[in-house]
């Protein structure tokens, strides 16, 4: 018997975008390692190359977690460690950087690592680690922004910005905590370990439609990051310097 994919409350199946998503001239392939499921595009085929870069990634952050358990559900930033493992720098570092845990980066820290280890085989690499991504591309290419099925905008982001993190929160989609009620917030940045907690950061102070003209000023206090987009009960507002369009 055939499994039914589970949708969300927009009625889109899990992980949809992976079915859409259709870089030109890149070879797609999934990555898939206890808890971390990645969708990977490339010049060739890198799942060999992928999936030790997944096991190294996750052996840093698991040994980490075994030497401190409490870095595992840390809602506050951790200190600076500066014998850390370096995807669990980079985590410390987001988190830090957002004013939150540093588990809050751990999806984008993740996509990061293997994005950046797979350029040394691909001029061109995407990385999209449970919807938050890594980009870099030789290309303009537009980001699809979905928060239902007529309510889809995209960004562009211009080959000379990259490479890009896009990564997203919600209180909606997703397993992640987040103690704000937005449908969607995502933010862009160079880094995804920065975007990933500075998203969850956002995500966490909009409880309601107003919170979102402080979106600027959020922008403007957490570092590294240039673009943000934020949806609540179909209102959505923008930060930074993004070029819009709909999809």
Known sequence: MQAREKKNKWGFGKKFYRKIAKPEELISFSVQLKQTDLWISARKDLKREAEFLVLSARNQVESYIEKYPEFLNALFPWSE??????????????????????MSAVA??????????????SDEVI???????????????????????????????????MPVGVCSSSAKIGHSLSFGRADLVTVFSH???????????????????????EL????????????????????ISFWGD???CVL
């Open 81 to 102: 460690d500066l014998i850390a493992p370096p995807v669990v720098k980079d985590m410390i570092r987001a988190g830090r950087n957002a004013g939150i845990g540093p």
């Open 108 to 121: 984008g820290a993740i996509a990061d690592y293997v994005g950046k280890g797979l350029l040394r085989f």
């Open 127 to 161: 990385v999209e680690n449970g919807g938050d991504v890594f980009l870099s591309l030789k290309r303009t290419v537009t980001v699809g922004v979905f928060f239902g099925r007529e309510c889809q905008i995209g960004v562009r982001i211009k080959k000379d910005i």
């Open 191 to 213: 880094s995804a370990s920065i975007a990933d907690s500075a998203a969850t950061a956002i995500a966490n102070k909009i409880r309601s439609v107003g919170d979102v003209e």
């Open 216 to 235: 600027s000023r959020w922008g403007s206090q957490i570092k590294g990051i240039f673009g943000i987009v934020a949806i609540i009960k179909g209102n």
């Open 242 to 244: 993004l070029e819009i």
